[in-house]
């Protein structure tokens, strides 16, 4: 069965007209050839306005456009949000495309081979003769000690379906894919993973299989349930002892030492717990930067204290400039360490512990911890997502007047 997810590829300076390998235009199926015996699909559409070639594959409802570029007769696609690229070659005839995707961001570097070929019989082709529209119950490593519950959201039209997970630190993005006579697979790629999950329909329960990068795969199983609910995502990290904030290690961009004090005095303050690589943070970024611009007048910081891979502070400070640059994030952002829950958990120890990244702490003007927030289920989550932002912008709202 196929999948269907993409990446927004655009040049707008008409890379392609400087390339002999003209890409033809329309649909385009490809695959990630994750090991040797896993292949996430995935679906190019090559179109042209005025006169200039762009790219684009679309996670359901999502599109990501690429920083586009040319080393010597490849193409390179670079993440505006991520340190990742895709690199490819065109055949001479603009039919097939053949290259790799790497992900900088990983402590064990690899280059993932991607190809992708003319293809106009795609999702034209999906009717879809079972229904998993709604709201699913699920748990993934079900026989395991710790078996991980979360719920499954899912949009279907005929054989197409949009949707996602809700899990306790976060949801799995925009997934998107077909539906079939008792089977289903949907899959998401975003340049930090490609996930793919595939499940077969008895009734109202699926029995699947959830795939993740070149090694990991588990079990879930599946049952439709409208009420199907999570823990409420404030009450999983709490204040359990006396002790302050231990920020002796957190860097500013420029090399110095943190001053909480002189930047949050008086303040209501979010201190925002992520990383750059991780893209569940990316989207409350998104989220943040809207609640920023609404309350900092009223007195509201936000402070990203960023968790990096690696230990080299230099090369940390330097992802962290960028990734700021790129996506114009317009509230402080510092170095906290490296991309550890135990070293996050050491820097907020009134705490219970960190248990996700992004996790938001909110402190009120004088300086107590007022709300904690573990994870983030973002736009893919619908309704979840809204009803996360109304409550946080009526807490801000309150706190700052």
Known sequence: MRLFFCLFLFSSFGFFAQTSHQP?????????????RLFVPFTLEISKFKNKTRIAVVNGKERISLQMTKDGDSVVGRFPELDAYLKFKFNDQGTELRGYWLNLNKKVQTKIPLNAWVDKTITELATGTSNIHGKWSATFSPNSENPDVTVGVFEQNKGLVNGTFLTETGDYRFLYGTVGDGIFSMST???SWAFLFEGRIVNDSIYGKFY??????????????????????????????????NFSAVKTLKGKMFDAKKLTKNKVVIYQIMGTWCPNCIDEIQYFKELYQK?????????????????????????????????AVPYEGDLAGTSSKEVASAQFPMLNGIMSF??????????????????????????????????????IERLVD
Do not use: C
């Open 189 to 191: 790629f975003n340049g």
């Open 24 to 36: 033809n235009v329309g649909k385009w199926q490809g695959q990630l050839a994750m090991n040797d």
């Open 358 to 395: 992004p996790t938001a702490v909110v402190v009120d003007r004088s300086g107590k911890i007022v709300y904690v927030h573990t994870g983030f289920n973002g736009p893919a989550t619908g309704d979840a997502y809204v009803k996360y932002v109304n409550e946080m912008n009526i807490l």
């Open 212 to 245: 993740s990068g070149s090694n990991y795969q588990t079990d879930w199983i599946a049952v439709k349930s409208s009420g199907a609910a999570l823990t409420d995502p404030s009450k999983l990290t709490y204040v359990d002892k006396e002790k302050d904030f």
């Open 295 to 327: 309350y900092h007048s009223q007195g509201l910081e936000i402070v990203a204290l960023s968790y990096e891979v690696g230990t080299n502070e230099k090369s940390q400070i330097k992802r962290l400039k960028a990734f700021k640059k790129r996506l």
